[in-house]
């Protein structure tokens, strides 16, 4: 691990950071949830973590809002693509969501999105050597989920465990023609308006990404 930027941050803060950018972002700029530019932050936040603690930036390249095969036809795109230089099909995808708000009523529809993504990503002709496909969602445990009644409401999030969903495709990968692949669900739980402490569920995926060795 290398971190060039910022020594003095835990892992944890630079793991949170991405998507505390985002949430300031669109808490003061009116429509911001919906701007590219809040987009852009998220994924600019994760390239520099990446570029910073697991990927070695003169071995590997950093490219955002690419399309891939899909299995459905066409093409899918992903946030962040992270591609070896020398070997330029081994390739580590992420995809991002940062929940803000009301989420408990869509918990069922993020959860089939995680599903459905994976298969549109690897149930396709192309298959894949050493590579990994992470999808990361922030969700903090508490978000504001007003009503008409009551503008000021929030909720505690309560995200569905996929565990074993993720441990089932992971079984099909080598069966299916891919070799050495992983597929990784990280929901990363913080406090929205607090100091950054108790940062939970980026470790599992930390723990794939030290260990590339390619």
């Not at 932050?41 to 603690?53: D, H, K, P, T, Y």
């Not at 007003?146 to 929030?154: A, V, W």
Request: charged share 25%; net charge positive.
């Amino acid at each position: 691990m290398n971190i060039e930027n910022g020594g003095s941050m835990d892992l944890s803060e630079l793991w949170v950071s991405p998507a505390k950018k985002a949430y300031e972002y669109s808490r003061l700029k009116k429509g911001g949830n919906r701007s590219s530019v809040r987009t852009d932050l998220l994924n600019e936040g994760v390239i520099q973590l990446l570029r910073s603690a697991y990927f070695d930036p003169e071995k590997w390249s950093f490219e955002r809002e690419i399309k891939l095969p899909c299995s459905r036809g066409g093409t899918f795109k992903v946030d962040i693509l992270v591609r070896n230089k020398k070997r330029p099909k081994i390739i580590h995808v992420f995809l991002l969501k940062a929940v803000e708000r009301s989420y408990n009523k869509n918990r069922q529809n993020y959860g089939n999105t995680l599903v459905g993504e994976t298969m549109r990503l690897l149930a396709g002709d192309i298959k894949y050597s050493d590579c990994s496909f992470n999808w990361v969602d922030w969700i903090p445990r508490e978000v504001p989920s007003p009503t008409e009644k009551n503008p000021n409401r929030t909720e505690t999030t309560r995200p569905c465990n996929q565990e074993k969903e993720r441990i089932l495709l992971q079984h099909c990968l080598e069966p299916f023609g891919h070799s050495n692949c992983s597929i990784t669900f990280s929901r990363i739980r913080y406090d929205l308006g607090s100091p950054l402490t108790g940062v939970e569920g980026w470790q599992s995926l930390h723990q794939v990404l030290e260990n590339i060795s390619v």
